[in-house]
């Protein structure tokens, strides 16, 4: 085969940069092949490489006694006592979902599902968050259709259940939709796998479906670049999944697992074969040598090229015991599955693939891995931030209907039930599933014990528009919130973050400040990160997406029996709001939804204050102190309030309460000043929750009580729950079809 | 009782229903593999929900062809109790062990939810520890579980009480607006002529826990060995 001349010019199309070009020419001591030019273009894209986020990303908290595992790894490690570990990530496709929706987003929940199964962890939960833009965008409901589809279409089929997400809208993602997905697994901790490739001479095995040309240079040409009018044209490079193909790749994986047998096993995720190898060879401290004659194709004619760069779905790498080979095979057989020698682990540093007998790429694995380019880009705070940060309370009206404003606050598709949305999930397969999508978060039992755990999914990507720090900062203490009002102890998390170019000083400043927000508010929570990735060039025509810091966080209950959901259950119980109520609008779903402004600054974060209103909700809960408690969050109290009386899966209920406070009305009613909770108790347990709050010196106040059929907030709101229960449910849907 | 749940490949309540079948009720149950004719002596079978075969082609429609299942049909013709659960139900239908078929929810879409079904008849392996008219609470999952038939199998299942539940409401009423997937007379789940074979939408499997939402799925199993 005549090879493909390799210039400049073809490096450039590669996504490679002239310096990056020269590099690759000055490690080499000669020009590279084509084929090696396609390795280094995947190896050293964005995606791949962090190379403008990973010296940013070491100054986040990543360890704490529980940490089996942090940052590195396929999925992040914590562990949960009894022998077991919680194995967890959650990872972007933004891109690809944007370019062909079902297929982006199918795709997701196979990638994130092979990162948690090939160290050896069973999934048990999946979970979403999702951004897409306004919902009168002509493309938004094709989208949105088009994603749910795809999670629930590939989640529901592999047999994981989808228990909780998150979905916001916002015209900031109109060019640029975020798809991230999470999962989490459950792995003896004595077995756990890594993706390593050690052992000279040991076997590289191939296992899973063929490789076709579908997915070539998603990582390089997709994940790190802009968006323009062209890149519908990008569509060759969206990946098609195969869920009943992952399915038995996971019993087979977890089977051979069973055994000793392998050494390390990754999945064949973005950048494919090259990656997968590279990676595992890295992590060894080894070479690896693979045979492209022998690699299963799905059909004739496929270049080694794009052997290597192929993203085909429900592939693994093993690196299996020398002498092992037929065994594991027998494992694959059992599923109908292929596996096949391609290769072997060798001690020469080398990443060298074969072709026809002759040596097509031959790189030192290290110029791939640790030494590929890594750069502090310029950093500097976007001019009109200050400007936005204004916001001019004097110059905005009252409302004179505050019914009105609540109802449309919970009729905004930010705010409205997201039902239509996860009832296409399967959330009850696996047989853990004790709190159900709806509550402030999902909660799972593990079988073998009584515990429990809890996972929320936050960001609100507006806060971090109007403020990367505090808003980053809010997304760690909102998903804690979230864990800790339901009963939950937060451990862990896992982070995606998403921005625009990385090249823009504003975007690099924006993502600086959102690491060091959430580092400071990991460290005061104590909470670790486990794994995670970046996403960058969510941008189309120049125009970035807000930054959306997404965390996915992980944290363990002792007894599972304790848990809070987050609505009212009994009338005759005692409402009572936990912390305090500042006069903060600023960047406000109330301000954006009803006065059409996306200004000023998120509210404040006193983390001091934020860690003992969490410890009081666990030792509430642990003591069984409440009915119910409730994250107060977009939309403010009355929102809180509404939401409580509403949210039950089978039921409305009805509450007389009374605000005090010399707050503007629609700041106490819809302000999201942070740190507060609103929790239902019967009166029997008052004196007792009580006393737990003196102790902790946490400000609180009685607001009322649960009982009747409307929800009564004096002086400013009488409304019928039936009626806006049945309102709350139906307006996504609604929305979506008639936009 | 000695249970058998097939594990076809793709599968997905399998495990579960050995849990319900073992630690929630206290059965011996085994996993019987979709290329194993043998049944392993065992006295009441449950095919699963899940994606068996990926459900290529049509849900079913493969799976009512592997090894196992001849060995299943014999087993119901002797008059073997067997309960098909969602992609159960819909490889019952394939098979010809129940009358009928299983399409696409008439909104297009993958319902997850809970639902109130009624049982129509106590006069199945599955159903007689039951109140005739009593209203279970039951989850379903699933996209293809529109139930269809022609008038004549219609007429014959009413006329031989082989209708077992049907959607309803909170009331108990069999209204259209009960009705999560278009199913024809809101059916949810079917009988054979003996009542040994029943198959249904819901999952009983996942009610068996308080913990997890309710326990009214208890009944089904503890109706063929109680």
Redesign the interface.
Known sequence: MASIPVDLQLAHDHGLSTDEYERIVRTLGRSPTFEELGVFSVMWSEHCSYKSSRRFLRRLPTTGPAILQGPGENAGIVDIGDGLAAVFKIESHNHPSFIEPYHGAATGVGGILRDVFTMGARPIASLNSLRFGAIEHPRTPHLVKGVVGGIGGYGNSVGVPTVGGEVYFNPGYNGNILVNAFTLGIAPTDRIFRATAAGVGNPVIYVGSRTGRDGIHGASLLASREFDDKSEDLRPAVQVGDPFIENILIEACLSLMQQDLIIGIQDMGAAGLTSSSVEMADRGKAGIVLDLDTVPTRETGITPYELLLSESQERMLIVAKEGCEEAVKDVFATWDLQAVVIGEVTADGLFRTTWRGEEIVRIPVSALTSQAPAYERPASRPADLTAKQQVDLSALPLPTDYAAVLTSLLTTPNLASKEWVYRQYDFLVGGNTVVQPGSDAAIIRLKESNKGLGISVDCNSRYCALDPYRGAAIAVAESARNLAVSGVRPVALSDCLNFGNPEKPEVMWQFVQAIDGMRAACQALEVAVVSGNVSFYNETDGQAIPPTPTVAMVGIMDAVTHHVTQWFKHPGDLIVLLGETHEELGASEYLAALHHQECGRPPRLDLEREKRLQQVCLRAAQAGLFSSAHDVAEGGLAVALAEACISHPRQTVGVRVTLTGDLRPDALLFGESQSRAIVSVRPADWDQLKALLHTSRLPFSVLGEVGGTDLEIAGYMKIATAALRQQWQTALAQQLTHA | MKWGVVTF?????D??SV??LE?VLGQEAISLWHKDRDLHGVEAIVLP???S????LRCGAVARFSPVMSSVMAFARAGGPVLGMCNGFQILCESGLLPGALVRNRSL??????VAVRVETTRTRFTARCAAGECLSL?I?H?EGCYVADEATLKALQDNEQIVFRYVNQAGEALESANPNGAVQNIAGVTNTSGNVVGLMP?P??AV?A???GEDGRKLFRSAFG
Not at chain 2, 53 to 56: A, H
């Open positions: 490949p793709g599968s997905n309540d495990r579960d849990y319900c630690r929900g899940g994606f075969y990926g459900d290529y879409s993958f319902i997850c939810e809970w989850p999952k996209g999952h499997e996942h826990e913990l997890l939402g």
